[in-house]
């Protein structure tokens, strides 16, 4: 395998990353060109294949991680699924649904409304729910079946293997998603449509990516 060395130096970067990062980050925090680390990307993507090894390389949001293969993770979930489930902040869901509502809005416009008292959601806290994620998302593809037929759009879901479940309104999580999907479905062509999670350390997103034009929300953790 060439750059055996740079390839080893990339795989350290992702291990002790604790959310995913870009060729540029990865470039940057090496000091390799983005060029050598595309290749040791591709290096990593090989080795990974090999059935003696329990992890993979996959883009989520925009980065690459490392995550367990699905078949060990269908084993160990039960046991490690529990600690990487999220709870969204009342801030959280105040700006996600200010996000949803006024795309594209600024950081500080998102600031000045919440700063004013402007709560766009009208979701009292009885309604916040253990969501599965991956249940979720499925319906809220078929919800957007005639959307995604309309523009030869094909769903996919590359969800976050660490987390199973998020504590959130039900309606706000679905605001999100349409919200996301109302900028995207315009200008996108026919093609791939994945719906992506992450669960970071401070934070919890949720992206559109069609066909490599991604829209993502991050959602601080309480």
Known sequence: MELEKETALVETILF????????????????????????CIENLKEKYKAEATGIELEMITGGWTLVPKTEYWEQLKERYGEKNSGKLSK??????????????????????????????????????????????????????????????????????????????????LRTMLDGILKVLLPISQPGIIRIKSHLGCHHFSLSLDINGTVNELRIPLR
């Not at 002790?16 to 290749?39: D, W």
């Not at 523009?151 to 504590?167: A, C, G, M, N, W």
């Open 16 to 39: 002790l990353e604790s959310e995913p990062v870009n060729e540029k980050v990865i470039a940057s925090v090496s000091q390799l060109s983005i060029e050598v680390v595309q290749k």
């Open 91 to 172: 801030s959280a869901i105040e700006t996600l649904s200010i996000i949803a509502y006024s795309q594209p809005v600024t950081r500080g416009e998102i600031e000045s409304i919440r700063g004013v008292g402007i709560i766009l959601h009208t979701t009292s806290p009885k309604e916040y729910h253990t969501l599965n994620i991956q249940d979720f998302a499925i319906q809220w593809i078929r919800e957007h079946e005639a959307d995604f037929a309309g523009k030869q759009l094909t769903p996919r879901l590359h969800l976050d293997p660490f987390v199973s479940e998020i504590t959130i309104s039900p309606n706000d």
